[in-house]
């Protein structure tokens, strides 16, 4: 060790040791003749020590050693930072502001110059750092004349003091705090009250709702034939679209007209079958059958006479001629059927098989449909060949698309000329809606029934036109055409049903009179009254008689007119 060293003595002048750091390494002071050496102090405590007293600051770099930390401003004025590189120091930050001047001037503080020394290490002598600037902290300036540190009385300081509980502004805070939770909770109740107040109102809106729709049968689901549940739906108030559609038959000649009901209300599709001798009400205010009006009022009086003997709104016409049938099947590929006969083919040679057979879940194709919706089997009524032809609708129905867009591109396709106001966007969009219904299983087909004079049964005024078509029957008055009792004497059955077709297309109201035992060679015309001479021989002319068949006479029942058919009367005539 080097004994200058130790001994106080070297570079810079004589230096104590004043003790070791907690890391056992020596620590020197500067000594002067004047200052008396002083027992080392590692706290700083000491009253009597000097503002020279430093410390070993084993974090200082750099080869500067820092005075001493004082966490209380009582050392000096310095402390130990930390963070500080570089190895120089500066001066704490005085939390409490004692670095003024005791007596309050605001005196700036005194800056001396430090020097520190670090121990020979492996043979070097001591390096002098460099000059430090330092300073003053309160306590330099607040020491009296002899040295020892002066009293500080309580109220040099300031201290924060903590509010209690019982403070005032805690009492405002909690009842602050308090109120906001009270006005929280209240909202809430009002909240919840409203929502219970608002869901009450809901459900007897609801209720109301239900309760009209139910009374004013609207309610889906529920249709005039529930009356037996007693949830019976008000026919009138349903919402219906409804078409006429006649067939013509090019080929043959003939109509059969039906009507396509829409019902959204009920969700319900029907096709309703209208028999050629209903009774209508021609454009002049005769009686005509609905056959004899389509063939001299066209579609639009036809239209018009159908709305006033069944008390419903027919949107449109759709005249569909049997190429336009053909055709159709073939587009939406074929149709199944159960048929009901063998129909022969009208082209073929006697003895070949027939075009379509009887059976069920047969496929027609569009020339076999053709030849089913207008097959009339001899003695049969006007009414089966009418059912073939609802038959053929149905399944045309069943095979269309859902599709309007499709439907209507199907209708186009056609080539026919759709009479207004129907267009072929309507007609495509109803036949779509009416296939959906159809392939739902919601389709029905339904024979208005009809008397022989041509007027509405009680059952087709009821099943029929109130409940499906959501009208009222009005039938033209009997007594305001001539009514006319026919009997069949010709020994062909066929000529009754061929007579009153002839006899309702005139506007008379046609009597069955039965068949007679034998056949009778001329046919009469019998008149009872002087003033149905007239009348008599205008039945005559339309059955195609000759004038000397009308004669007078007695005639039984209710009728005013009595035509006995004999083998002269021909009904291509």
Partial sequence: MNDGYDAGYG?????????????????????????????????????????????????????????AYDPYGNGGGYGYDPYATGGHQQPVHDPYGQGAHPDGTGQQPRVTEQTAYIPEQHGHAPERTAHIPRQAGPADDARDDDGSAPEYRTEQFAFVEEPDDGSEDVIDWLKFTE?????????????????????VVFALVVAGGVG???????????????????????????KRDVLVVHLHDTENGGTSTALLVDNATTEQ???????????????DGTTTTLAKSVEDDGSEGTRTALDTVLGTDIEGTWRLDTPFLLTLVDLVGNIEVDTDADVPDPNAKKGEAPLVRKGKGQTLSGKMAVAYATHRGPGEAQDAQLERFGQVLHGVLRKMTSDPDAATVTVQTLG????????????GAFLARLSDLAKGGDHRTRLLPVEEDGTLTAEASDSVVKDVLGGTAKSPDRDAAVTVSVRNATGDKDDTEKARVVLLNGGFTFLEGGTAGSAEATSE????????????????KTLGLPADAV?????????????VLGQDYDPGS
């Fill in 416 to 427: 026919q000329i759709i009479e207004p106001p129907l267009t072929d966007a309507d007609l």
């Fill in 179 to 199: 109120n906001r939770t009270e006005r929280r909770e209240e909202a809430r109740r009002r909240a919840r009250s409203r929502i219970i107040a608002l869901t």
């Fill in 269 to 283: 599709g029907t096709t309703v079958l209208l028999p050629n001798s209903l009774a209508l009400t021609a454009e």
């Fill in 11 to 67: 570079d810079g002048g004589p230096y104590e040791l004043v003790g070791y750091d907690e890391y056992g390494r020596p620590v020197y002071r500067q000594t002067d003749g004047r200052q008396t050496q002083q027992q080392y102090d590692p706290y700083g405590q000491q009253g009597g020590q000097t503002q020279q007293d430093y410390g070993y600051d084993p974090y200082a770099t750099g080869g500067h050693q820092q005075p």
């Fill in 212 to 238: 009209y729709l139910w009374y004013a049968g609207k309610l889906p689901g529920l249709s005039a034939s529930d009356a037996d549940t007693g949830t019976t739906t008000a026919a009138g108030a349903q």
């Fill in 525 to 540: 015309v019998v008149y009872a009254d002087p003033a149905e001479k007239e009348n008599a021989a205008e039945v005559a």
């Fill in 551 to 563: 004669t007078k006479g007695k005639i039984s029942g209710n009728a005013r007119v009595a035509v």
